[in-house]
C-alpha cells in the first residue's frame, strides 16, 4: 500500500444523481495507472476509515458496510489492479462523519456565504488553484441587520478541461460555508474527493461528498452558516461490470435563523459533479 500524492480531476456538473454512463475518450495519463498494490481490501460490516492515496491487487466495500474518508482535507484515491466492487457506502468527509474540506477546495462546488446578524456575514470561500485566482465563486456575505448569505456558484461543465490539461495539485474538493455575521454560526465544510481508478468497476452502492450543511444562529443577533461546496467523484476503469450506482455531490444547506432576531439565513453551497469514464 503505498501513498504517493497524485492530481486528479474532470468535471461534469452533478447534484445527487445515478452515476452517470461512461464516457470514452483519450484518458489522460494519471487516469490510466493502476498502481501497483500486491495486497486486496475489504470492507465487509461497519464502518472502514481510510484517507489519502492507496494501492491494492482488488477493493471491495460489501452491502451494508461504509468505507470513510478519515483523513480530512484531502481526497480518497482507490487504484487497483483487479477489480474494485462498491456494493455498500463510500462516504467523503464531512458527509462520512470525518473532517471535510476547511481551506479554499480546488474544482468542487463554492462555500454559501454566512448570514448578517447585526454584523455582515462572511462571504463564502471560492474554490481555486492558484492563489488568488477564483475558479467558482463562494456566495456573498448577508448585509449588517439580517441580511440572508447568497449561494454559491456550481461546478461549469467545461472546467474539467483545465483540470486534467493541467494537473499541479493533490486535489482539493467543495469549499467551505462562511460564517454567520457579528460571530454567529460557522459554515459547512466543503466536500471532499472520492477517485477510484481500477482495472474494472462494479458499483451498485452509493458515493456521498456532499458539502456540510452551515450551523443554525443560536443567539439574537447572529448570522447563520454557510453551506460548505459539494466536492467531485471520478470512476476511470478498464471495464464496468456495473455503474448504476448512486452518487451525491451537493452542497450543503444554509443554516437557518432558528427563531432568532436580527438575523439572516446562511446561503446554500454550490454543487459538486462527477465523471465515469473508461481508460482508453
Same mark, same amino acid.
Given at each position: 500500500?503505498?501513498?504517493?500524492?497524485?492530481?486528479?480531476?474532470?468535471?461534469?456538473?452533478?447534484?445527487?444523481?445515478?452515476?452517470?454512463?461512461?464516457?470514452?475518450?483519450?484518458?489522460?495519463?494519471?487516469?490510466?495507472?493502476?498502481?501497483?498494490?500486491?495486497?486486496?481490501?475489504?470492507?465487509?460490516?461497519?464502518?472502514?476509515?481510510?484517507?489519502?492515496?492507496?494501492?491494492?491487487?482488488?477493493?471491495? %466495500?460489501?452491502?451494508?458496510?461504509?468505507? %470513510?474518508?478519515?483523513?480530512?482535507?484531502?481526497?480518497?484515491?482507490?487504484?487497483?489492479?483487479?477489480?474494485?466492487?462498491?456494493?455498500?457506502?463510500?462516504?467523503?468527509?464531512?458527509?462520512?462523519?470525518?473532517?471535510?474540506?476547511?481551506?479554499?477546495?480546488?474544482?468542487?462546488?463554492?462555500?454559501?456565504?454566512?448570514?448578517?446578524?447585526?454584523?455582515?456575514?462572511?462571504?463564502?470561500?471560492?474554490?481555486?488553484?492558484?492563489?488568488?485566482?477564483?475558479?467558482?465563486?463562494?456566495?456573498?456575505?448577508?448585509?449588517?441587520?439580517?441580511?440572508?448569505?447568497?449561494?454559491?456558484?456550481?461546478?461549469?461543465?467545461?472546467?474539467?478541461? @483545465?483540470? @486534467?490539461?493541467?494537473?499541479?495539485?493533490?486535489?482539493?474538493?467543495?469549499?467551505?460555508?462562511?460564517?454567520?455575521?457579528?460571530?454567529?454560526?460557522?459554515?459547512?465544510?466543503?466536500?471532499?474527493?472520492?477517485?477510484?481508478?481500477?482495472?474494472?468497476?462494479?458499483?451498485?452502492?452509493?458515493?456521498?461528498?456532499?458539502?456540510?450543511?452551515?450551523? &443554525?444562529?443560536?443567539?439574537?443577533?447572529?448570522?447563520?452558516?454557510?453551506?460548505?461546496?459539494?466536492?467531485?467523484?471520478?470512476?476511470?476503469? %478498464?471495464?464496468?461490470?456495473?455503474?448504476?450506482?448512486?452518487? &451525491?455531490?451537493?452542497?450543503?444547506?444554509?443554516?437557518?435563523?432558528?427563531?432568532?432576531?436580527?438575523?439572516?439565513?446562511?446561503?446554500?453551497?454550490?454543487?459538486?459533479?462527477?465523471?465515469? @469514464?473508461?481508460?482508453?
Amino acid at each position: 500500500m503505498l501513498r504517493p500524492k497524485a492530481v486528479i480531476a474532470c468535471a461534469l456538473f452533478c447534484f445527487s444523481m445515478r452515476a452517470q454512463a461512461q464516457t470514452t475518450f483519450l484518458t489522460p495519463p494519471w487516469l490510466k495507472w493502476l498502481g501497483n498494490g500486491a495486497n486486496p481490501y475489504s470492507c465487509t460490516s461497519g464502518t472502514c476509515n481510510l484517507t489519502d492515496e492507496l494501492w491494492f491487487s482488488s477493493f471491495n %466495500v460489501s452491502l451494508g458496510a461504509t468505507v %470513510v474518508n478519515a483523513g480530512g482535507n484531502g481526497p480518497l484515491i482507490i487504484r487497483s489492479t483487479g477489480a474494485c466492487t462498491i456494493a455498500g457506502s463510500v462516504m467523503g468527509g464531512p458527509s462520512g462523519g470525518a473532517e471535510g474540506i476547511t481551506g479554499q477546495g480546488d474544482f468542487g462546488g463554492g462555500g454559501g456565504g454566512g448570514g448578517g446578524g447585526t454584523a455582515a456575514g462572511i462571504a463564502g470561500k471560492t474554490t481555486e488553484v492558484i492563489p488568488g485566482i477564483p475558479i467558482v465563486n463562494g456566495g456573498f456575505g448577508g448585509s449588517a441587520s439580517g441580511g440572508a448569505g447568497g449561494t454559491a456558484l456550481s461546478t461549469a461543465a467545461g472546467q474539467y478541461r @483545465m483540470f @486534467m490539461s493541467n494537473p499541479g495539485s493533490w486535489p482539493g474538493g467543495g469549499a467551505p460555508g462562511g460564517q454567520g455575521g457579528s460571530g454567529g454560526a460557522q459554515g459547512g465544510e466543503g466536500g471532499t474527493p472520492v477517485i477510484f481508478v481500477c482495472n474494472s468497476i462494479n458499483f451498485t452502492g452509493t458515493i456521498n461528498v456532499s458539502g456540510g450543511n452551515g450551523s &443554525n444562529s443560536t443567539a439574537n443577533g447572529t448570522g447563520a452558516g454557510g453551506g460548505g461546496g459539494g466536492g467531485y467523484v471520478v470512476l476511470a476503469a %478498464v471495464t464496468f461490470t456495473a455503474n448504476s450506482g448512486s452518487i &451525491n455531490t451537493s452542497g450543503g444547506v444554509g443554516g437557518s435563523c432558528a427563531g432568532h432576531t436580527t438575523c439572516g439565513a446562511g446561503g446554500n453551497g454550490g454543487n459538486g459533479w462527477t465523471m465515469s @469514464m473508461t481508460i482508453q
